[in-house]
């Protein structure tokens, strides 16, 4: 089910940045003026560029400030693939820049890791006249590499800047957050996600490009998620499934849930497990308020939705959100059979009725 990720670039191997070019002017300003404070807060949701914001101002500055005059590039403008310092940077072997980020097989930064920063700013500038740290994300950072950071942000040392990336920065130590520039970034308009979905998709469809904006609620960077796991035909079979509630196509149903027990299925299962709370969600939204979000992610959405809502209380829907969690949780930590989860999921949606 799920399609090939070859799309999915890493930060430091974006060329291009969408829907945030005021807050890049900005920084680029601060710079040129010789303003830029020594440590920067980018925040906001997981996937809307924050990175990818952060290494083009890494680069702009190394490539700008370089001791090499030939890598210099003119004045303003924005150093490409093809430039020594955006190769350079990408690899991790300019000696005044560092990036911070968790190795795949880990859930936090290391400490060992962390400790390269004050080392690096301890150090004079060797390739250009400034020191440069990318740290994506501090959310994943514990208590001991927090604290190797700490100091340099108390005591930053002249002509050098860190980008700290955060997703929820409201669980940052209060110390840390106190130290920097904060610059929250926002999802995408519809216009400009559009535009940053197209460039690594010019294939997809003007109607999955919309679906993926309000399923990923205007994060490129999950939709690209969302998309190579197939999410779009998950929901749409999901809606599809529950179109005459109460009544549902064993068959179909039975279909649908082997589709996870497949080898290979482990990203749309974890969508399927987001999407179906997501459903939930949308039936929780139209009960509390009295209407059902005009947007809808696959024809016939908001139909289901308002037959599902007619069926029971609010408060049956509430129980079976926190029950589809326990449940998806239990079934991550004990194994349990997909496909019979999934089954289990639909028939408390039956139950409904």
């Known amino acids: 089910m799920a399609k090939e990720q070859d799309h999915l670039l890493q930060p430091c191997e974006n060329t291009v940045l969408f829907g945030h070019e005021a807050a890049e002017e900005s920084l680029l300003s601060q710079f040129r003026q010789q303003r830029l404070a020594h440590a920067w807060l980018l925040t906001g949701p997981r996937g809307i560029g924050k990175a990818t914001l952060a290494y083009r101002m890494a680069r702009y500055i190394l490539a700008h400030t370089s001791t090499i005059a030939s890598e210099r590039p003119k004045p303003g403008e924005m150093p490409g693939a093809d430039h020594p310092v955006f190769r350079r940077v990408m690899q991790g072997s300019h000696s005044d820049f560092l990036a911070l980020k968790k190795p795949e097989d880990k859930t936090v930064i290391l400490v060992d890791d962390a400790r390269k920063l004050p080392q690096l700013m301890g150090n004079t500038p060797a390739e250009s006249s400034w020191r440069v740290v990318v740290v994506d994300s501090v959310d994943e950072m514990n208590a001991a590499s927090s604290n190797a950071i700490l100091n340099v942000l108390e005591e930053p040392p002249a002509r050098a800047v860190i980008f700290l990336v955060s997703h929820a920065p409201g669980g940052l130590l209060p110390t840390i957050r106190s130290r920097c520039r904060i610059l929250p970034l926002h999802p995408l308009s519809e216009q400009d996600f559009g535009k940053a979905i197209s460039h690594a998709l010019?294939?997809?469809?003007?109607?999955?490009?919309?679906?993926?904006?309000?399923?990923?609620?205007?994060?490129?960077?999950?939709?690209?998620?969302?998309?190579?796991?197939?999410?779009?035909?998950?929901?749409?079979?999901?809606?599809?499934?529950?179109?005459?509630?109460?009544?549902?196509?064993?068959?179909?149903?039975?279909?649908?849930?082997?589709?996870?027990?497949?080898?290979?299925?482990?990203?749309?299962?974890?969508?399927?497990?987001?999407?179906?709370?997501?459903?939930?969600?949308?039936?929780?939204?139209?009960?509390?308020?009295?209407?059902?979000?005009?947007?809808?992610?696959?024809?016939?959405?908001?139909?289901?939705?308002?037959?599902?809502?007619?069926?029971?209380?609010?408060?049956y829907w509430l129980d079976l959100w926190e029950k589809s969690a326990a449940l998806w949780d239990k079934a991550d930590h004990l194994h349990l059979e997909r496909r019979q989860v999934v089954l289990n999921l639909f028939h408390d949606l039956r139950q409904a009725a």
């Open 202 to 315: 010019p294939d997809v469809t003007s109607q999955e490009r919309r679906a993926l904006f309000h399923l990923s609620e205007g994060s490129p960077g999950r939709a690209l998620e969302l998309h190579a796991a197939d999410s779009v035909e998950i929901y749409a079979q999901m809606i599809a499934l529950l179109e005459r509630f109460p009544v549902m196509d064993a068959g179909a149903l039975y279909a649908y849930s082997e589709t996870f027990a497949r080898k290979n299925a482990d990203a749309a299962w974890r969508v399927l497990g987001e999407l179906f709370r997501r459903l939930l969600g949308k039936i929780i939204s139209a009960g509390g308020t009295g209407q059902v979000a005009a947007e809808e992610v696959t024809e016939g959405e908001n139909a289901v939705i308002l037959r599902l809502l007619d069926a029971s209380p609010l408060d």
